[in-house]
């Protein structure tokens, strides 16, 4: 079992900055690629960006691409999302997932190919 505690959510002006992290307990991450999705009210939980297992491999959605980075630390149990030049259409609730095999297919782009989930931090924009 894997439990995931995402942090680091809270209220930031337009253009600004934020660090989410995502701290594991249970078994080493190191078997698992990881990811970040979000869900704003009344909408689905979308994907936001994954990593792989060792971290060599990352991908973003088009909406994010070039302002946020995803990376991991393995060692430490923790992935973490650098959020910059954010936008009030990034305010959502974080969640973030640990999986295997998902770079098969893209099967990151789906929540339902994720086997451990966090329980989210909010994360708001004011513009």
């Known amino acids: 079992q894997v439990q995931l505690v995402e942090s680091g959510g809270g209220l930031v002006q337009a253009g600004g900055s934020l660090r989410l992290s995502c701290a594991a307990s249970?078994?080493?991450?190191?078997?698992?690629?990881m990811s970040w999705f979000r869900q704003a009210p009344g909408n689905e939980r979308e994907f936001v960006s994954t990593?792989?297992?060792?971290?060599?491999?990352?991908y973003y959605a088009d909406s994010v691409k070039g302002r946020f980075t995803i990376s991991r630390d393995d060692a430490k149990r923790t992935m973490y999302l650098q959020m910059n030049y954010v936008k009030p259409e990034d305010t959502a609730v974080y969640y973030c997932?640990?999986?295997?095999?998902?770079?098969?297919?893209?099967?990151?782009?789906?929540?339902?190919?994720?086997?451990?989930w966090g329980q989210g931090t909010q994360v708001t924009v004011s513009s």
């Open positions: 249970g078994h080493s991450l190191r078997k698992f690629g």
């Open positions: 990593i792989s297992r060792g971290g060599g491999v990352e």
């Open positions: 997932a640990a999986g295997v095999d998902l770079l098969l297919g893209s099967a990151y782009q789906r929540p339902g190919e994720y086997e451990y």
